[in-house]
């Protein structure tokens, strides 16, 4: 990894996330797992892909490079970044209730902190009213329902639904159809 006046650039913070996930995996065999994290990951990246096709003209948030365009960003973040997030969370959630309250505090901590690094070192951008602040309570109901998704799938994919319609009134993201029902899969351009 190339290193400028001492300084990690945009897309060099994407790399480091990457490989820093991966050995992640690595250490804790979560591919070993894989089946028990499915339902996790594919609820993490079902509602990724509905906030990309209902926010693609009023993104909260850019990812940034100098050698990487924003759409490449989205996919390698996508595809590779929070498949291997979940995968990494949920590989060793504690049974206990005390245990997997602190558990989702320090993945909250730890991916906040990670994301305000990001904005420092311009890996990202926020817009539209959007903070790290808000990027927390994301983090903390994509944790928590990301684990909670295989034993009440109904509940958490209702409570989902309902706090998305919440930030979509919240943050007045205009809802057009076309938006919606016209070319669906050119959201993630």
Not at 65 to 89: D, E, Y
Not at 106 to 115: D, N, P, R
Not at 162 to 185: C, D, E, H, W
Request: aromatic residues 18%; glycine residues 4%; proline residues 4%.
């Amino acid at each position: 990894m190339i290193m400028s006046s001492n300084r990690i650039r945009g897309d060099e913070m994407h790399i480091l996330l990457i490989m820093l996930l991966l050995l992640l995996n690595i250490k804790k065999k979560s591919w070993q797992k894989i089946r028990q994290c499915l339902p996790g990951i594919t609820y993490v990246l079902f509602f990724n892909a509905l906030y990309y096709l209902i926010c693609r003209k009023s993104s909260f948030w850019e990812f940034q490079s100098p050698r990487a365009n924003g759409t490449f960003l989205k996919k390698i973040h996508f595809f590779i970044v929070m498949p291997l997030l979940v995968m990494a969370f949920l590989a060793t959630f504690p049974k206990k209730l005390f245990e997997q309250a602190i558990y989702i505090g320090k993945w909250v901590g730890i991916s906040t902190f990670i994301e305000w690094a990001g904005i420092k070192f311009k890996a990202i951008v926020h817009q539209k009213g959007w903070t790290v602040g808000w990027s927390a309570m994301i983090y903390f109901f994509m944790y928590m329902f990301s684990a909670a998704v295989h034993k009440r799938p109904l509940l958490v994919m209702t409570l989902s639904f309902f706090m998305t319609a919440g930030m979509l009134y919240v943050f007045q993201v205009p809802i057009n159809k076309s938006v919606i029902f016209r070319k669906p899969f050119t959201s993630i351009r």
